[in-house]
Nanobody, 117 residues
Framework: QVQLEESGGGLVQPGGSLRLSCAASLSPFYIHTMGWYRQAPGKQRELVAI???????NYADSVKGRFTISRDGAKNTVYLQMDSLKPEDTAVYYC???????????WGQGTQVTVSS
């Protein structure tokens, strides 16, 4: 069973920054994409940012220019640098990993991000 370990959530004031991390217990060789989703109360889970094994990225329009997704050299850890945070970014953020060839998707336990003054 693939495990995803998330960290980095918390409470921050509007305009502040947070960095989320997610380490996967899966060899980078088997990883197709790594990404972040979020779910706010009463809303559906939505894509925030995603990165493929080739380095291609995709962002939700609402976070473009403020959030940056990256992966480490070994490519089994993904980061989400969140700058200029807004109250509407408040949500539980989930790490997602999609496996090559099988398409199996794995989810982290979620980390709360709260943007409030």
């Amino acid at each position: 069973q693939v495990q995803l370990e998330e960290s980095g959530g918390g409470l921050v004031q509007p305009g502040g920054s947070l960095r989320l991390s997610c380490a996967a217990s899966l060899s980078p060789f088997y990883i197709h994409t790594m990404g972040w989703y979020r779910q706010a109360p009463g809303k559906q889970r939505e894509l925030v940012a995603i990165m493929s094994s080739t380095g291609n990225t995709n962002y939700a329009d609402s976070v473009k220019g403020r959030f940056t997704i990256s992966r480490d050299g070994a490519k089994n850890t993904v980061y989400l640098q969140m700058d200029s945070l807004k109250p509407e970014d408040t949500a539980v953020y989930y790490c997602n990993v999609e496996r090559k060839w099988t398409g199996d998707a794995y989810w982290g336990q979620g980390t709360q991000v709260t943007v409030s003054s």
